[in-house]
């Protein structure tokens, strides 16, 4: 059984979640206060998982349901944000989120996560690829286990853009007026302005910021509007011909409609980790170990990759499954950039995305 939450019942707490990161410069130094919780035993009756939406293979949970007998509550998110305000605002009893690098370091310094029993996650530990392993979110990987990579770049209809354009540039085109979208995320929406004007996309330099917010508002005229996952519809629909979206969903745009072809600027974007973590307040954690090793075999991470298009961090589905999509070559990655946490500047980061909205 399953159940969604729309984002809006969050939005109201994004603020004060955005609020929060600023303390993190200080309090991610200190040490883990308490011990995992033992992965291994009886598994509980059920199991809650909130995860991004569209971002799990297609009988990922049925798979695990039928081979462990425990019942699995899927919640989905449009945010990283929102998974931040939701558990800082006190919600309790999921027992598996699934965040970016940077929100990592935001609930471990708000002591919002649980320490992994590594001892219960052996089994097929050794599929994962060394290479993202041991991030400097969290060294160890005592709080989270990689899940899927992916990263930010244009969804185009090339049917109705004849030009394929390959650069941020775009969403300031008067041709496309109505015709585009993006991303309705502050980091992403944000930091692809920066890299269109050769900045880190994590800059925390006012000045670069205010230019930012021009050029964020300069392509807003053009907008139809600032939308995350649900875009995909639009663009199979040929409602919206050029959107600001995550690799991995216009892979699945692309399987309805494959005149939808993405794109990735050549100014450069974001690439991302998001991982496998346990909040504190979960009543399930063998249950929650007993998942993390269900999606670390070869046979389900390939899946998943194959159902989401995004990367998978499983060099052994990578092995099994041709077709999956390559972790980026170091040529590539002289482009990308991954997100870190913004410290205090995250307050101005929230000012210019209200201003951004507002105008």
């Known amino acids: 059984m399953s159940r969604e939450i729309s984002r809006r019942e969050f939005v109201g707490g994004s603020v004060s979640a955005l609020s929060a990161l600023s303390v993190l410069s ?24 909130y995860n991004w939406s569209d971002y799990i293979g297609e009988t990922t949970i049925a798979d695990f349901e039928r081979e462990t007998g425990v019942r699995v509550v899927y919640d989905t998110y449009e945010s990283n944000e929102d998974v931040i305000a939701k558990l800082q605002a006190g919600a309790t009893g999921y027992d598996l989120v699934i965040p970016t690098g940077y929100a990592i370091e935001v609930l471990r310094a708000l002591d919002l996560l649980r320490p992994l029993d590594r001892s219960a996650l052996t089994e097929h530990w050794s599929n ?10 969290d060294p ?10 992916g990263s930010s770049g244009l969804a185009i209809r090339t049917d109705l853009v004849k030009e394929r354009p390959d ?4 969403l300031q085109d008067p041709r496309y007026r109505g015709k ?18 050769g900045h880190s996309l994590n800059s925390t330099v006012t000045a670069e910021l205010q230019q930012a917010k021009a050029d964020a508002i300069l392509a807003k005229r053009n907008l139809k509007s600032y939308v995350s996952a649900p875009v995909k519809a ?3 629909a ?3 011909w050029i959107a600001h979206l995550w690799n991995g969903d216009s892979a699945q745009a692309s399987a309805v409609n494959p005149a939808i072809e993405f794109v990735a600027p050549r100014e450069g974007a974001m690439i991302n980790l998001d991982s496998l973590c346990m909040p504190r307040g979960g009543r399930s954690p063998r249950a929650a170990h007993a998942f993390i090793n269900f999606v670390l075999r070869a046979d389900q991470a390939a899946a998943i990759s194959r159902r989401t298009g995004y990367g998978t961090p499983n060099a052994a589905a990578l092995v099994a499954d041709a077709s999956l999509l390559r972790p980026p070559t170091d040529e590539q990655m002289q482009r990308l950039e991954y997100q870190k946490d913004l410290g205090a500047a995250t307050t101005e980061w929230d000012r210019v995305w209200t201003e951004i909205k507002a105008a």
Not at 142 to 149: A, D, F, I, K
Not at 181 to 192: K, N, P, W
């Open 26 to 49: 200080a309090a991610c130094r200190r040490a883990p206060d308490s011990a995992p919780v033992s992965g291994s035993g009886p598994l509980e009756r059920e199991l809650a998982i």
């Open 128 to 137: 994962l690829d060394p290479h993202f392993l041991g991030t400097p979110v």
């Open 140 to 149: 160890e990987n005592q709080y989270s286990v990689p899940y899927l990579w």
């Open 167 to 170: 650069s941020w540039g775009v």
């Open 180 to 197: 585009m979208t993006q991303l309705d995320d502050m980091r992403d929406a944000i930091g692809c302005w920066l890299k269109f004007r």
């Open 234 to 236: 639009q663009l199979i």
């Open 238 to 240: 040929g409602d919206v």
